[in-house]
């Protein structure tokens, strides 16, 4: 994986990663336990190839083949499988993380004492996905974290490199969300928080939605509840997971307060630097408006 902190987070991924952590150990199950596991999931689950062992190091995978979600490739006139990857046991570097990102582990109260028990880890993805509606490919990814949690009993959390999202598994196992289809914000979804030093301002953005072709959001407001602005924008959020990049420069969104707020897209005023889609809260506008 890129050492660069931001190189998940700035950019679409037509492959996309999610990071199960361990204190002890990993004990890898067999291919064939891992197979049913998935099965139960996705319908017809076969391995890519048989002679492909579990992976015994960082550097193995192994591919498994999802015949219920195939993507059409129009050049060719065929449909092809997508695939799920698990990649070998490796160390996880707990200090990795500097303070402005963990600062942003909101799902983890003890955020220092959860990450010294992150000694451990591996790597999950997709495969060949990026064809298949974004709702369908996302939710297979939620669906996977879950069944590495249930295939992993020793796993405890998960993180989410594309939204520097840190989920402690009990977290993760108790869905946020009133509808099985918007899980993957669970993990894949991370709104921040920041105060600016020297005055009443707030800002607040999202990280998680540019990786997955969509503009991630920010909110720069003062005198408003910030848990109200949380739930704003985790709402406005999962309206754009579900019916994609649909509001455009100059549209205006509900407010908190029944408000009509307008969306413009800008530069990011917190890193990574990236296009983020701008919701100015009117008479609660922070900064040069």
Request: charged share 25%.
């Amino acid at each position: 994986m890129e050492n660069n902190k931001n190189a998940f987070v700035d950019k679409w991924s037509s492959v996309y990663f999610f990071i199960p952590l361990f204190e002890k150990p990993i004990v890898m199950p067999t291919a064939e336990e891992f197979c049913s596991k998935l099965s139960e999931k996705f319908g017809r689950v076969t391995e890519l190839s048989e002679e492909q062992k579990m992976p015994e190091d960082p550097a193995g995978l192994k591919s498994f083949v999802l015949w219920d979600h195939l993507v059409h490739y129009s050049k060719e006139n065929q449909d092809l499988p997508s695939q799920l990857m698990i990649y070998g046991a490796d160390e996880f570097d707990s200090k990795q993380f500097d303070e402005y990102v963990k600062a942003q582990f909101w799902a983890c109260p003890d955020k220092d004492g959860f990450l010294e028990k992150c000694r451990y880890s591996m790597m999950a993805s997709n495969m060949l996905a990026a064809g298949l509606p974004a709702m369908e490919q996302y939710s297979i990814l939620a669906s996977y974290a879950d069944a590495i949690l249930e295939l992993f009993p020793e796993c405890i959390g998960i993180y989410w490199p594309h939204s520097q999202n840190l989920v402690p598994r009990e977290t993760y196992l108790k869905p946020s969300w009133n509808r099985e289809e918007l899980h993957f914000l669970d993990g894949g979804l991370n709104v921040r928080f920041f105060t600016i030093s020297g005055t009443d301002e707030l800002l607040f953005d999202t990280l998680g939605l540019t990786p997955i072709g969509l503009p991630d959001l920010q909110f720069h407001c003062r005198n408003l509840e910030p848990n109200e602005v949380v739930i704003f924008l985790r709402n406005l959020a999962a309206y754009l997971f579900e019916y994609g990049d649909i509001i455009e420069d100059g549209n205006t969104v509900e407010g908190i307060h029944h408000e009509k707020w307008v969306c413009r897209r800008e530069d990011a005023m917190a890193a990574p630097m990236r296009v983020v889609l701008d919701v100015n809260p009117g008479e609660f506008a922070a900064g040069n408006r």
